[in-house]
């Protein structure tokens, strides 16, 4: 695919992007994705700015790839993590729950690649004209923290595509190469995966969440706190406290109360299935095992070609 | 596309399926898409008996390709409809929004092919039990009448497809031939369309209505009203009200009264555009003109051809 925007972008092989996750995509994961020829991704969002430099530094002792680093936004230690990720080199850098606007100057300066994650059209375009080099378009399917707009990847990859000059990355719902055929036809540049990559071996998530993942039907998983902070999780019993509190429309005060602190870790790293915020995505239905993520990886493109050599070339 | 399941089991040219939708799917709009070889619908929902008959008796004189009529099963005329299908000799029956045990049968007795809409993979399984030929999978992103799952026609189409033995029909956020690719990558045999088909010339909606369509942005539309009955509308003035009432979690009663009667024929049939509910699916961003349902039907196919011939057979 040497004509694929996202792959001459980057300087990767396949444009196959392992989506930065809180708890789960450390350097393990991101290094063996980058390793395949894809975009490893690790995941600051979960990380204090010393814990995330020793995984940069751990990922580059492991490969010479090109490797990302996704900071939301919103975090406290945003400078921090913006001085490690100059500090230690890191070539491309994924924003996301924030203002494109805030760090986008601040990071082509230093000769950063930056793409940020959109929710709807509006955005998508206030990125192209604020430099961003690419975005991920991220559906209402996606695991974790989402827009409001509830724009499904079908609906919002096309209109993404027709609307912005730069490439798109689709993101939710991506979980085998069924849905890469489906994401590049509907003109994605390439695909951004989450909770397929969050069910691998090199994932940090503690192993019952990774059981929870395997566990999960087509209908496991909600969109919830959508007046705090929107979200989708597995509909565990800390899930039914929110669910109960929001059908007697309790004030987004008494959600952040029941909410707390440290539940995603609680969840995702530590496994607590109760009481922890269990975040991924509605694709989960159709996870099925723990593979390791450079046999994903093959499972991946082998099936993307087997979809496509079945696709009728007309009607 | 001789080896298509959907075309074999309609006996059809192309497994392109036009949806029943309430004030637009009469038999104009039904015989241009199966004079066209695709599968046209009349939506028997917003008929009564007699209007039903006499709109299958002037399709059939203006065509004599293979059609359905699309049943709702909790329509409270449903005897009367279902006799009026028999005498007429309607050979495709698709039913939605109830139990697919309770007419199954009766049809199938009558040599009648019988598909049923569903929103889960739980649903299309008992479908399968209870002998349906076919099921539309409906994702999250479609307009009008929709399941309380949010299940994502990027993560159902997949889930169910790898479930039934039957065949399955993508519905929800497919406007054009690259969502038509998406959805055969996904693992459907055929594609029903929905808004991009209300938006064309022979639909009986009202100009306002259509023009309301074209207006329309990707965060034009929401899935309301879920503790009454889950329905995509745009969102209006109508809209505000049920969503002011939902926000201060008024009683299903009184959001039943709010919603009233004959709310969808004057807002699609009667162009009232401020008081009527404007049921549509989200992919009404992608829909700027239109068009002929021939024109386009002929468009589909040509986006569907360009849309595989420019995907790459290996990534």
């Known amino acids: 695919m040497k004509e694929n925007r996202i792959c001459r972008l980057f300087g990767i092989r396949y444009p196959i992007i392992q989506a930065g996750m809180v708890w789960c995509s450390g350097w393990k994961l991101a290094a063996a994705v980058s390793a395949k020829g894809g975009l490893g991704i690790i995941g600051a969002g979960s990380m204090y700015p010393e814990v995330l430099r020793h995984h940069i530094k751990s990922l580059k002792a492991a490969t010479d790839k090109p490797f990302a680093v996704n900071v939301p936004l919103l975090y406290p230690d945003i400078e921090q993590h913006m001085a490690v990720i100059e500090e230690e080199g890191v070539p491309i850098v994924f924003t996301s729950a924030g203002n494109p606007a805030s760090w986008t100057s601040w990071l082509k300066e230093r000769g950063i690649i930056v793409v940020h994650v ?165 694709i989960s239905g159709l996870i099925q095992d723990i593979p390791t993520a450079a046999e994903l990886f093959d499972r991946l493109l082998e099936s993307y070609q087997n979809t496509v050599a079945g696709l009728p070339d007309r009607l």
């Open 118 to 282: 959109v929710p709807n059209v509006k955005l998508a375009l206030k990125c192209e004209q604020r430099g961003v080099d690419a975005v991920v378009c991220e559906g209402f399917e996606a695991g974790g923290h989402n827009g409001k707009d509830e724009i499904t990847s079908m609906c919002l990859i096309p209109q993404v595509a027709d609307a912005l000059q730069i490439p798109v990355i689709a993101a939710g719902g991506i979980g085998d190469g069924r849905a890469i055929a489906a994401a590049l036809a509907l003109g994605a540049d390439g695909v951004q995966i989450g909770s397929r990559f969050a069910a691998t071996a090199e994932s940090s998530a503690h192993p019952n969440f990774k059981k929870s993942i395997l566990e999960a039907d087509d209908s496991a998983t909600v969109l919830c706190m959508k007046n705090v902070v929107p979200v989708r999780l597995i509909k565990n019993e800390f899930y039914k406290k929110i669910s109960e509190a929001e059908t007697r429309c309790a004030s987004p005060d008494e959600i952040r109360a029941i909410l707390g602190k440290r539940r995603a870790k609680a969840g995702i790293f530590e496994g607590d299935l109760t009481e922890g915020e269990l975040e991924i995505g509605q």
